[in-house]
């Protein structure tokens, strides 16, 4: 992103902010008819796109050469051309009325200019993925086999794409237009008003002393940051630039250490209440309120960190590693004492649960997080500071929305040309009718959509394609919809392109296919419980109360027994048949049976009596 310089700098913080009073008025005071607030939030983007972000790595970062300017005028035309025509947008009659000249060029030029800023905001990935679908609806038809599309003129191809809600102005945009963009502010004022540095100080407070505090830090302040930030490589540039060096100092490695804060950074992505924007866009595919999707989430993003948590503190008993100085760490009194600072957190989740809209909720989250700032001198926010929490919080949309909008030409493509149909078929055709199978395969395309895409994108893209499959296949459509989001996150930490272990590797000096492979093998439990919740839909809280609560006490016996299996150490160091067995009693502890589950898990209980007894 370029760093501008002087009177530009001042008008474009002005933009910015201008940017961020439109979608809270709109929030406030209602959105406006949704094809038109999609088109809005992308006119106030994608000119801006071409401002902030240079054409490569070479261009100048200090200055806007005419070359962007122009395209930057460009890209607002499509856009103003809806705001001023959006009457008669709205009342044509889709493959009816014909598409005019000026139509077809300022669609063609939307698409093209879209595709040009993914490339220069997300990467090649995605911005080629985008362009591959844009022209299987025209080329579609030349290609042979099960591939084969129907044939649509390039008109059709335009006013899919440009003048209807089902192309780049899909729901995929609608989100990021609402919901996304006001959650972003939320966040940069919980930055402003101190409960972000709060998050810090409380996991320094209480997990910073026990063995391997450092890495004990990292997973929970992590954890809660990562609710917050819904980015797995900021959330390791956040919380990592601190914690990293903590436990390098302590006696964990470079690699364990980057491993440790790649895990829990992108674990944030699935923690309640504030997850990533792809959360919002399941919510709006499934046609169910955003606290469904939080209720779901809860307990695999538990045992998610508690896995993680019990490996850290069995490696750092392994190691014999201490924790820091309680001189070192903050007063467990002093952090009590600004226990205020998780209300609006706690305010905003409690309306989510009790049924608002999660603009409303978050709009008095917005408000909250205002107030407590007032109490502490360090953060109390005035007009500066407000105005400075809705341009950070703004900032952070670019790559959402650019992403949404190109994603929804994917997902055009797929609802156009009916490739989804063909996908489904293909999926069938391979998994051979086993759902299991099936599974698999789903995984491995989200892992392999996520190594090149953020995570919106890639679960956009994977759930428009393989999720009918999974459905299709009897799963529920919550679990399949929860199932391609998990294994869109987890390839943040799947190698051999694992963003957040680099991210986290350039930090703790180590190797990065090392630190990969290390957070890998941390992360085990997150490559086995989604596929526990498609067959367990206690694990996502649906299955009634005694159901749910033997689903929980099986998730805790697994992270616990895999844990202990994965280390080799419980008091003293396992040998080779007690970590298998350790970790094949973790995992029939996830089995959908009570009476197997039962079983799993007095088996881990009596060999934790007995190994605790031996030592």
Known sequence: MRKLKGPLKTVIYLYVVAMGLFHLYTATFGSLEAYLQRNVHLLWILPLT?????????????????????????????????????????????????????????????????????????????????????AYMYFGHFL??????????????????????????????????TYVMIFLIFGGFLEKSGIGPYFMDLAQAFAGHSPGGPAKIAVVSSAMFGSISGSAVANVYA??????????????????????????????????????AGAFIMASFLGIPYKNIIIAAFVPA??????????????????????????????????????????????????????????????????????????????????????????????????????????????????????????????????????????LLVMLLSILLG?????????????????????????PALASHMFVFYFAIISAITPPVALAAYAASSLAGSNPDE??????????????????????????????????????LGGFGAAVAIGWGIEGFLRRSLSFWSRVLFLVMGILCLWPSTPIRLLALAVVFGAYIFHRRAS
Request: contains cysteine; glycine residues 10%; charged residues 10%.
């Open 50 to 134: 071409f401002i902030l972000y240079p054409a490569s790595k070479a261009g100048p970062k200090d200055e806007v050469p005419p070359f962007d300017w122009a395209l930057a005028v460009l890209a607002a035309c499509p856009g103003l051309y809806v705001i001023f025509n959006y009457e008669s947008i709205i009342y044509r009659v889709i493959q009816v009325d014909p598409v005019t000249t000026v139509q077809l060029l300022l669609g063609t030029l939307l698409t093209l200019l879209l595709l040009e800023g993914t490339r220069r905001v997300v990467g090649w990935p995605l911005a080629v993925i985008g362009g591959l679908f844009a």
């Open 239 to 276: 919380t990592g630039t601190f914690t990293i060096p903590l436990m390098k100092r302590t006696g964990y490695s470079p690699t364990f250490a980057g491993a440790v804060e790649a895990v829990a950074s992108s674990g944030g992505q699935v923690m309640p209440p504030i997850m990533g």
């Open 515 to 552: 630190t990969g492979f290390q957070a890998m093998r941390l992360g085990l439990l997150a490559f086995i419980v989604p596929y526990a919740f498609c067959y367990d839909g206690g694990l996502l809280l649906q299955e009634g109360f005694l159901w749910d609560i033997f689903a929980l």
């Open 451 to 475: 190594m090149g895409l953020p995570t919106t994108a890639a679960y956009i893209v994977a759930s428009a394609l393989t999720v009918p499959a999974l459905v299709k296949l009897g799963f």
């Open 144 to 177: 042979p086999g099960i591939a084969k599309g129907f044939p649509f003129s390039f008109h059709r191809v335009i006013e899919h794409l440009y003048l209807t809600d089902e192309g780049i102005f899909s729901s995929s945009l609608g989100v990021s237009a």
């Open 302 to 439: 538990l045992l998610y960190y508690v896995a993680v948590f019990v490996m850290v503190h069995v490696r750092a008993l392994k190691r014999g590693l201490t924790g820091l100085p309680r001189e070192e760490l903050p007063s467990r009194i002093s952090v009590l004492k600004r226990v205020y600072l998780v209300v609006p957190l706690v305010g905003l989740v409690t309306m989510l649960l009790y049924g608002y809209t999660p603009m409303r909720a978050a709009m008095a989250g917005i408000a909250m997080a205002w107030i407590v700032s007032l109490f502490d001198p360090r953060y109390r926010m005035g007009p500066k500071a407000v105005l400075d929490a809705i341009h950070d919080g703004s900032m952070n949309i670019f790559v959402v929305a650019i992403a949404c909008a190109t994603a929804g030409i994917v997902v055009g493509s797929v609802t156009l040309t009916g490739l989804g149909f063909k996908v489904v078929s293909l999926i069938f055709s391979l998994a051979r009718n086993i759902p299991f199978l099936a599974l």
